[in-house]
């Protein structure tokens, strides 16, 4: 699309260094250690029930254009409602993907240089049933997973826990390298993530999961994943092709770079050549 060519709005400034005042100390030491943290609150009531409310417009939007909300590669049954593009769905999506706390939560493990590479939605009806045990990273790079290379950040849009189909995980797989790491009783270490409304869950790309299974007879549960990855990968998304003229004529400088939508690829680094190699 021609508006994908643009340059940003200004000149884009450097990444921040990571501030470690954002991120609590016990949630940044529990994210290095067994792969993932909680940070509470994050967003307001207010906030968390106009995403909620949005979310269910994309869903149905997406149903009325012929996009399917009922993945049977993914999930077992339609009581799984999976919901994508959320960036072109509606402006509450583009400010929470790049809240200042989850970007910090990012920096914290990918470092200066990353791209948004998905921004999804999950909303487990009561009967949802779990998706196969799996590494975000393990799907596009193959093994050995030495490093971090990608992490999800999720939005708690109601409160989430084991009976309503809070994500299961295994603590400190995200230092398993190979398929062989994999034990067998792989299944029977996970355990739930459970937060309030309002919060965000970080997990490294390296942790391995599945999504619960919602065994309430009443109750929702409603989730935003956001990917992010190195930027020398693809992203999941070609922005380019998912995002309309409109909503691109209205991205900013910082989102616009985030998003990879200009006609720089893999050149972030770039300016620190002549720093790392003496001249000739």
């Known amino acids: ?5 643009r340059p940003p709005a200004a000149a884009p400034a450097a990444s921040p260094p990571v501030d470690a005042t954002r991120i609590p100390e016990p949630a940044r030491q529990q994210l290095h250690d067994e792969g993932w943290c909680v940070i509470p609150d994050v967003i307001d009531p207010e906030t968390t029930s106009a995403a909620l409310t949005r979310l269910h417009a994309a869903a149905a939007r997406s149903e009325a254009q012929g996009i399917a909300t009922f993945m049977p590669v993914l999930d077992p049954n339609a009581s799984n409602v999976r919901v994508f593009y959320l960036l072109e769905h509606d ?11 989850a970007l910090a939560l990012v920096r914290a493990v990918l470092g200066r240089q990353f791209l948004i590479s998905n921004f999804t939605a999950n909303i487990a009806r009561p009967g949802a049933r779990s998706m196969a045990l799996h590494s975000d990273q393990s799907i596009v790079v193959p093994e050995p997973w030495n490093a971090a290379w990608a992490i999800n950040i999720i939005w708690c849009l109601s409160d989430v826990r084991f009976e309503n189909g809070a994500t299961l995980f295994i603590p400190g797989s995200h230092r398993w390298r190979t398929h062989q790491d994999v ?11 459970e937060a309030r409304a309002g ?6 790309g390296r942790l391995w999961h599945t ?19 190195k930027a020398f990968l693809r992203p999941q998304v070609n922005w380019n092709a998912a995002l309309s003229p409109e909503t691109q004529a209205g991205i900013d400088g910082e989102l616009f770079d985030l998003l990879g939508l200009g006609v720089t690829a893999n050149t972030g680094e770039a300016k620190h ?3 790392q190699e003496p001249r000739a």
Request: aromatic share 10%; charged share 20%; hydrophobic share 50%.
């Open 1 to 5: 699309m021609a508006t994908a060519l």
């Open 273 to 275: 050549i002549n720093q």
């Open 211 to 229: 999504s619960g299974a919602n065994i309430t007879a009443d109750e929702e549960r409603a989730l935003l994943f956001g990917y992010y990855s």
């Open 199 to 204: 919060s965000i869950v970080a997990m490294d």
């Open 91 to 101: 402006a509450i999506f583009r400010d929470l993907i790049r809240h200042p706390a």
């Open 183 to 193: 034990p067998a009783d792989a299944k029977a270490r996970l355990r739930p993530f």
